[in-house]
């Protein structure tokens, strides 16, 4: 997997996105089906968003990826040991 970066939606037009990423504003060309979805998300605005590396690019497939099958649990210093059980509706 390439490497990337995340930034926070500034701005938002048709054919760009312009989000603050390393404390500095990236306007990043975006496709149809992405200004849909942003659309969408401009609701949350502190989201944080998935952009290739080199700022060329987003990566909106990383927000969506089933991380439920990793190999390492991630822990947190005074979690309970205990497992969580969800109530059925």
Known sequence: ??????????????????????????????????????????EHPLLLIPIKKDKSGLLLGLMFQDVSGRDEEETFEGATEEPVLKEEV
Request: proline share 2%.
């Open 1 to 42: 997997m390439e490497g990337y970066s995340l930034g926070t939606m500034i701005a938002l037009s048709d054919e760009t996105v312009t989000l603050a990423v390393d404390l500095e504003e990236c306007v990043i060309p975006i496709e149809t089906k992405e200004f849909q979805l942003l659309q969408i998300l401009l």
